[in-house]
């Protein structure tokens, strides 16, 4: 099983001496949200996550969820965890005063859903699709219906999911089926079925909030038509009061690889009572709020993923025997030498290590772009951090995912043959995490969301932003430091960078498919880059921190290290990916159909 460790030392590296983070809370007025109390407030959920959560992760698995007669049954201890957690006022930390909420940054409250997630994959899925519901309801809904849902979503009480999918479209949103009647009394009829939702029904909570895309009567073709409504499993009063059972259903639940204690459901609408939210046919602008902080949700289950594999196979690496080392006997004591002293087992060890804190830098950097986005009173700071925000969702969302397939692989190699068995945790941690890369929007979608609809989308205009603020940070370093190679090497990627999109650009004005093309390795491209970037300054910085004196020593010697694998051996896979794309896509697209067939 593993022992898993929530990373509060580097969490609080990358907030505070990396980024910035106790001027940021000020500048935005989270006065409580002091270094003091944030560190109270981690050790609390580092509590939550290793005594709680990761004791039951492996008998969840085990045990899976059960469906009997629409009624989903969560695996034993799942219930009293999450009572737990809302007894601990975890549900409410970002919310506003007026809905029972404590007002704490939203970047506080994501860095601990890494622990949880990373302690518990299925089961940090139940609150998590609740905070996406809350903020959909929050920017869209009417104040009636607010008052109706959001205090008893906020205190935990009630918990929220998001219903898109339908079985003959997937991502294809404009196919959807699922129908919205107008009633007398402002409400609506909803019928129809909803495939693949995750959450859609459990024994944690006493209510269940659907926010569901559905299609008006008169609603036109495709993406416009596409309407948004809140659907409660149990209907609600004005007060927000539980009332009589809603006509909304658990036709069954998935049998799946992974997350086996995270119920996947199928939702049947049998007519059931919904309330628009937002405009007519606008639903899914609307529905971005919800996606949108959904997909970072899920680039924190990779990122999650890779640190739990990181360290289930660093504690293995340090106490399995296996062979001598290479230039010399170290555990003389022993019939062997631990593993870590393999050459080989290292690359696998520091590949998770620079993946898992370079992708964490990235992913707490998102998240202070939200609180800005969300909380600033200055409009152009504001609209810059919306900006980047747009820019970097998608590499969130993909690349710590993609890079989390490789790191959960690498976790079961160093075990060897012992990863391959359950007891580990190791096999269940790659099978958990293989949904990453598929749900919210799989890596193709992302790839074509940042190279069509954020690059191209913006004439080249978000990318600029974000490479301009690199580009000023390699500057300013530049001579100051032992690190100019790598900082050379950001700022000749950079370039490179820019000159990959105007030639991808220029190819796909007369062929759009190029766009498609080269897509994913675009992404992967600017996923490695960019976390480059980061490497750069976690270097800098804990050289910084050794100049003054530190006594701990290893811990900013370790950034330098990694920060060196990485260099030397990680963003050079950016030279397949740039051969990739400059080989166009003829070479995907000239086989015909009929030459698509086995034998």
Not at 492 to 504: F, K, R
Request: glycine content about 10%.
């Amino acid at each position: 099983m593993l022992n898993y460790k929530a990373p509060q030392k580097d969490a609080l590296f990358v907030m505070n001496e990396l980024l910035g983070f106790e001027q940021h809370y000020q500048e935005l007025g989270f006065d409580d949200a002091s270094p003091d109390m944030v560190e109270a407030i981690f050790a609390e959920a580092a509590k939550f996550s290793e005594n709680v959560l990761a004791p039951i992760n492996a008998s969840g698995d085990e045990e899976g969820c059960k469906w009997e007669n629409t009624v989903v049954t969560t695996p034993t201890g799942f219930k009293e965890a999450y009572q737990t957690y809302v007894d601990g006022g975890w549900p409410s930390m970002t919310h506003p005063e007026e809905f029972g909420g404590q007002n704490l940054p939203y970047s506080l409250a994501t860095v601990i859903a890494e622990w949880f997630s990373g302690a518990n994959h299925s089961w940090a899925m139940y609150p998590g699709l609740s905070q996406g519901c809350m903020e959909t309801l929050k920017a869209h809904g009417t104040p009636e219906q607010q008052k109706m849902f959001l205090h008893n979503l906020v205190s935990g009480k009630w918990t929220g999911t998001m219903c898109l999918t339908e079985s003959h479209c997937g991502s294809d949103l404009g196919m959807l089926k699922c129908k919205a009647v107008p009633n007398d009394d402002g409400t609506y009829s909803l019928t129809g079925t909803k495939i693949f939702i995750s959450a859609g029904e459990h024994d944690l909570s006493e209510n269940i909030v659907h926010i569901v895309i559905a299609r008006l009567p008169d609603a036109p073709s495709g993406t416009r038509g596409i309407s948004l409504f809140v659907v409660p499993k149990f209907n609600v009063g004005p007060n927000g009061e539980k009332l009589e059972r809603n006509a909304v259903s658990c036709g069954s639940i998935e049998h799946k690889m992974g997350i086996k204690a995270s119920a996947t459901c199928v939702i049947n609408f049998d007519g059931a009572k919904g309330y628009l939210v937002g405009p007519e046919n606008r639903g899914l602008n609307c529905m971005f709020t919800f996606m949108n902080t959904a997909r970072i949700g899920t680039g924190l289950e990779g990122l999650s993923a890779s640190e739990a594999a990181f360290q289930g196979a660093l504690t293995y690496a340090k106490d399995r025997l296996q062979f001598r080392a290479m230039d010399g006997v170290k555990n003389p004591n022993g019939p062997a030498d631990p593993i870590i002293v393999h050459p080989d087992v290292r690359r696998m060890l520091l590949t998770q290590k620079a993946l898992a804190e370079g992708c964490r830098a990235l992913a707490v950097y998102a998240m202070k772009l939200v609180d800005i986005s969300h909380h600033s009173k200055d409009e152009a700071k504001r609209q810059q951090a919306e900006a980047k925000l747009a820019f970097l969702t998608p590499i969130v969302k993909a690349f710590l995912t993609e890079t989390a397939q490789e790191a959960t692989s690498y976790g079961m190699q160093v075990y060897g043959g012992h990863g391959f068995i359950k007891e580990w945790g190791m096999e269940q941690l790659a099978r958990d995490t293989r949904i990453c890369t598929m749900y919210e929007g799989t890596t193709g979608i992302q790839a074509i969301d940042l190279l069509a609809r954020k690059v191209a989308g913006s004439n080249g205009e978000l990318l600029k932003g974000f490479m301009q603020e690199v580009k000023e940070y390699c500057v300013s370093v530049r001579g100051k430091s032992q690190f100019n190679a790598w900082s050379n090497a950001i700022d000749t990627h950079l370039d490179e960078w820019a000159q990959l999109t105007g030639e991808i650009m220029k190819r796909a004005a007369n062929k759009p498919e190029e766009l498609g093309a080269a897509s994913v390795d675009y992404l992967m491209y600017s996923g490695y880059v960019t976390v480059g970037y980061f490497w750069l300054k976690m270097a800098v910085t804990a050289q910084q921190k050794l100049d003054e004196g530190t006594t701990d020593v290893d811990f900013y010697q370790a950034k330098i290290h990694t920060a060196k694998f990485y260099f030397d051996r990680m963003l050079s896979r950016t030279r397949s990916l740039v051969a990739a794309m400059a080989s166009g896509s003829d070479n995907l697209m000239s086989i015909s159909e009929e030459q698509f067939k086995v034998g």
